[in-house]
């Protein structure tokens, strides 16, 4: 199983940006997906989970309204479209595989993560 994550960079608030996260190793859309954040010296926080069997999505209160998650099966990669950035955004985001029959939004309901890719926003 492996996950990279692209898409990362330095932004300004307000400004936007689209993180990408390649799967390979498995069968990618048998699998709920998570995006995690983490800033530095705190622990991980949950971004967004989508399901795998609807399509459903599911958002933390911190970036709903402005964050959209979406998957595309037939390429196997996950994205989390992010606008209207704000300085508490910055951190390094992280796509996770979710472990049934885990709902995705704690940590230890991942069995994979990425290496992360960072997110800065900053004037």
């Known amino acids: 199983v492996q996950l990279v994550e692209s898409g990362g960079g330095m932004v300004q608030p307000g400004g936007s940006l689209r993180l990408s996260c390649a799967a390979s190793?498995?069968?990618?859309?048998?699998?709920?997906m998570s995006w995690v954040r983490q800033a530095p010296g705190k622990g991980p926080e949950w971004v967004s989970t989508?399901?795998?069997?609807?399509?459903?999505?599911y958002y933390a209160d911190s970036v709903k309204g402005r964050f959209t998650i979406s998957r595309d099966n037939a390429n196997k990669t996950l994205y989390l479209q992010m606008n209207s950035l704000k300085p508490e955004d910055t951190g390094l985001y992280s796509c996770?595989?979710?472990?049934?029959?885990?709902?995705?939004?704690?940590?230890?309901?991942?069995?994979?993560w990425g290496q992360g890719t960072q997110v800065t926003v900053s004037s």
């Open positions: 989508i399901k795998s069997s609807t399509g459903r999505a």
């Open positions: 190793g498995f069968t990618f859309s048998n699998y709920d």
């Open positions: 996770a595989r979710v472990s049934p029959p885990f709902g995705g939004y704690y940590p230890d309901e991942y069995d994979y």
